[in-house]
Antibody
Framework: EVQLVQSGAEVKKPGESLKISCKGS????????IAWVRQTPGKGLEWMGT????????EYNPSFHGHVTMSVDTSIDTAYLQWTSLEASDTAIYFC??????????????WGPGTMVTVSA | QSVLTQPPSASGTPGQRVTISCSGS????????VDWYQHLPGTAPRLLIH???YRPSGVPERFSGSKSGTSASLAISGLQSGDEADYYC???????????FGTGTKVTAL
């Protein structure tokens, strides 16, 4: 079964760092892009960026570029989303997703369950 | 501010056909494929339609998609109470070099 398993919920303070994970299984992890999508009540779904595990090629949404970093560890088929300094506005649910085909621009048919991140003083 | 515009809400009685529109531009829907998602907040979105009008396996035939130029639509035939959710169109945008989601439409079964 193809699936993405994400790390658990996090509660952090503003200014703290955080790294959440997304582990793929049931398919060739290095052959598909992995995207990160943010869900917030006010803004719906937002594509944050995508990374190709083979070579760690990345494409970022300009709205998130410089604030988050995407990375992968192909030895354990895991993708990461990282912040060095969290802000209250980062409070959201973060999903990782895999495209239906093996292109960055394709729709996502496999999704992780989401990681709830709460940033509060 | 999304570059793909959807009506904020749509509704129908059970059994009715509901249609959701999505308006974009030449850099996204005009030159790339459109996808549609069903989303219950707090859960993972579900891909309903990919490549404009293809249903992944497991998606009922009641859901259908179409695209013409820079606009697309999702139709739900035989609306059911279980279809109540938020629906998003999405496409790659060549100008932004990224994937964009629509503003979302909340569907209600009256």
């Amino acid at each position: 079964e193809v699936q993405l398993v994400q790390s658990g919920a996090e509660v952090k303070k503003p200014g703290e760092s955080l790294k959440i994970s997304c582990k793929g299984s049931g398919y060739s992890f290095t052959s598909y892009w992995i995207a990160w999508v943010r869900q917030t009540p006010g803004k719906g779904l937002e594509w944050m960026g995508t990374i190709y595990p083979r070579g760690s090629v990345t494409e970022y949404n300009p709205s998130f570029h410089g604030h988050v970093t995407m990375s992968v560890d192909t030895s354990i088929d895991t993708a990461y989303l990282q912040w060095t300094s969290l802000e209250a506005s980062d409070t959201a649910i973060y999903f990782c997703a895999r495209p239906y085909y093996d292109r960055a621009k394709d729709g996502f048919d496999v999704w992780g369950p989401g990681t709830m991140v709460t940033v509060s003083a | 501010q999304s570059v793909l515009t959807q009506p904020p809400s749509a509704s129908g009685t059970p059994g009715q056909r509901v249609t959701i529109s999505c308006s974009g531009s030449s850099s996204n829907m005009g030159s790339n494929n459109v996808d549609w998602y069903q989303h219950l907040p707090g859960t993972a979105p579900r891909l309903l339609i990919h490549t404009n009008n293809y249903r992944p396996s497991g998606v009922p035939e009641r859901f259908s998609g179409s695209k013409s130029g820079t606009s697309a639509s999702l139709a739900i035939s035989g609306l059911q109470s279980g279809d109540e959710a938020d629906y998003y169109c999405a496409a790659w945008d060549d100008s932004l070099n990224g994937y964009v989601f629509g503003t979302g439409t909340k569907v209600t079964a009256l």
